[in-house]
């Protein structure tokens, strides 16, 4: 507890490169996969490439991940864009099945009434099916955000900025009030923001508990 | 993209170097130190997880606590909590097995509970009513019919821990994430390149070889794809 309340500054320094380069990928994750998903929702043949490729993708160890982007990326090793690169890859692995998942279970007559409705396939996917869909996205992307914040501090092994530091420089140290701090933030950040998430889900959508109500 | 090739020949020659796939460093030593401990915490846990998750699957009591517990665990930094046990009990196999049992647990009790849990209650009825005890029912019945969803949790255990497993090194216990980090501290990328795609390679070649085991175990009936025939004739 001293350890923690001596490094405050630090403590907050950290916090915030952590949220950057783990939540960062949560929204870069989500833009991409929403038309990648939505593709592979109604394409046999887009499903049949971007299914695979995502579990590939997602079979790659994250510290291989933070090796072979630089190559890519022409970055620096401890750059910390490898990281927000590599857990933007992890989200969208696993949102683009989801989505595409839950946009092929939304039932067809609620497509037919909208479009007899006069809705165009944009829209309809914007106002219909895309709402249907958001408990299904809403459970993954907690998945997903939950587990880039813990991912992220896999990084600091490699010199990467975060609450990871804490780890790497808590073990030179023989340092355990730091490391127990570490663990400790990650955890209560983690479970902070999974709660933000889940009630933004249950507010935009108000409709999954009209059903509760006597 | 030139610096891009010359990088990639340096790979082939890191590969192709005789010395390097030898002696008590080499590729073939670090592979078993990495499938090692692997096979022991998945193992491990796999002891640990699927007879608790089959009792609350079957009983369905303390659902709720295996949902918390899967999602709770995902939250825990692995790299934080292996350097804590190893600060705590020093460096050796047992703190590594523990932190990687840590990390293979959740997919697999939520795997065993939810497969056990979704069975058909009217294959269940219908085991019970064939004068099945419980035992039997749970042995005979929920289990093979659970078994997709707990090979996937078995594979996604593996996965995690095969993943990260590399950190081992990072507290001078030896497997493959050992080239990453002896790569990166002698400023030797190439190195460093082919632990990564060491790395990468076995964790697709046992992603694979789960993924066949899945399909030569699991019953041709609760295959995915398989074209339903009805009883006519």
Known sequence: MNWFLNHID????????????????????????????????????????????????????????????????????????????????????????????????????????ATAMGYRPARRFLAVELPLAVPVLISNLRVATVSN?????????????????????????????????????????????????????????PWTRTAVKS | MNGLFGLLERLVDWFADPKHWSGFDGVPVRVLEHLEYTALAVFIAALIAIPLGAYIGHTGRGGFLVVGLANGLRALPELGLLILLVLLMGIGLLPVTLALIVLAIPPLLAGTYAGVRNVDRAVVDAARGMGMRELAVL????????????????????????????????????????????????????????????????????????????????SPGLQPNVVRRGTTG
């Open chain 2, 139 to 218: 042995r005979k019945v929920e289990l093979p019919n659970a078994l997709p969803l707990i090979l996937g949790g078995l594979r996604a255990a593996t996965l995690q821990v095969i993943s990260t497993a590399t950190i081992a090194a990072y507290v001078s216990l030896g497997g493959l994430g050992v080239f990453v980090f002896v790569g990166q501290y002698t400023r030797d990328f190439p190195q460093m390149l082919a632990g990564a795609v060491l790395i990468a390679g076995l964790a697709g070649a046992i992603e694979l070889l789960l993924m066949f085991v899945q399909r030569r175990l699991v």
């Open chain 1, 10 to 113: 630090l403590i907050v320094e950290k916090t915030g490169q952590h949220l950057v380069i783990s939540l960062l990928p949560v929204l870069f994750g989500l833009i991409i996969s929403l038309p990648l998903g939505w593709l592979a929702g109604r394409n046999p043949i887009a499903r049949a490439v971007l299914i695979p490729v995502s579990a590939l993708l997602y079979t790659i160890p994250s510290l291989a991940m933070f090796v072979f982007l630089p190559l890519i990326l022409g970055t620096q090793i401890i750059d910390p864009v490898n990281v927000i690169v590599a857990l933007t890859i992890y989200t969208v692995s696993l949102l683009v099945r989801a989505i595409a998942d839950a946009l092929s279970v939304v039932d067809a007559s609620i497509l037919a009434a």
């Open chain 1, 149 to 205: 914040i813990s991912l992220a501090t896999v990084g600091s092994v490699i010199g990467i900025e975060g609450l990871g530091k804490l780890f790497s420089e808590g073990f030179q140290r023989q340092n355990l009030d730091e490391i127990v701090t570490g663990v400790v933030l990650v955890v209560v950040l983690a479970l902070i923001i999974d709660l933000v998430l889940q009630l933004v889900g249950r507010a935009i959508t």
